[in-house]
T-cell receptor, first 110, second 114 residues
């Protein structure tokens, strides 16, 4: 499974945008880029995913580099409830398993 | 909307005992995944099922077994429990396996082995 690299932690101020980076230089052409987050004491939660084009949904935006070797999760206005561990995951194969690496712990300051 | 249901939510067992964790996927979801999250660790994939057949296997100990039943619920059976099995066990479900499908996670079962 291709690996991802994320910063251990990031801080943001409430109501400001947050850009969470992810490097995946060994990504293959069929790997999807997924983002999940895990709030304290909860199960992981799907955020967004994409293959080649940038994606937007009600939670966030995903910006994918043209060479697909990196991506950025964008939270447009961080709230205190967005404080969580954010995982960037490459999904390959047909079984759909998620391989969680070290994610980014996001702290949101009021 | 219905979510993934896991039972029990908390379980305390002694070493060498057995435990059974249950997972009820979202209605019409045919794929179930099991993950283990040790204290301070990231979730680790254990095993998955699609249409009642094992579809993938991760770092699941031989002491553990699992199956998916005709109503699509799944059970994780753990025998000869060890202290290191203490963890949060998450079940997730999706409609079809695959690279692009969203997985919905349950609240987890916290297993404590004494």
């Amino acid at each position: 499974d291709a690996k991802t690299t994320q910063p251990n932690s990031m801080e943001s101020n409430e109501e400001e945008p947050v850009h969470l980076p992810c490097n995946h230089s060994t990504i293959s052409g069929t790997d999807y880029i997924h983002w999940y987050r895990q709030l304290p004491s909860q199960g992981p939660e799907y955020v967004i995913h994409g293959l080649t084009s940038n994606v937007n949904n009600r939670m966030a935006s995903l910006a994918i580099a043209e060479d697909r070797k990196s991506s950025t999760l964008i939270l447009h206005r961080a709230t205190l409830r967005d404080a969580a561990v954010y995982y960037c995951i490459l999904r390959s194969g047909n079984t759909g398993k998620l391989i969680f690496g070290q994610g980014t712990t996001l702290q949101v300051k009021p | 909307a219905a979510g993934v249901i896991q039972s029990p939510r908390h379980l305390i067992k002694e070493k060498r005992e057995t435990a059974t964790l249950k997972c009820y996927p979202i209605p019409r979801h045919d794929t179930v995944y099991w993950y283990q999250q040790g204290p301070g660790q990231d979730p680790q994939f254990l095993i998955s099922f699609y249409e009642k057949m094992q579809s993938d296997k991760g770092s699941i100990p031989d002491r553990f077994s699992a199956q998916q039943f005709s109503d699509y619920h799944s059970e994780l059976n753990m025998s000869s429990l060890e202290l290191g099995d203490s963890a949060l066990y998450f079940c997730a479900s999706s409609f079809l396996p695959g690279r692009s499908n969203e997985q919905f996670f349950g609240p987890g079962t916290r297993l404590t082995v004494l």
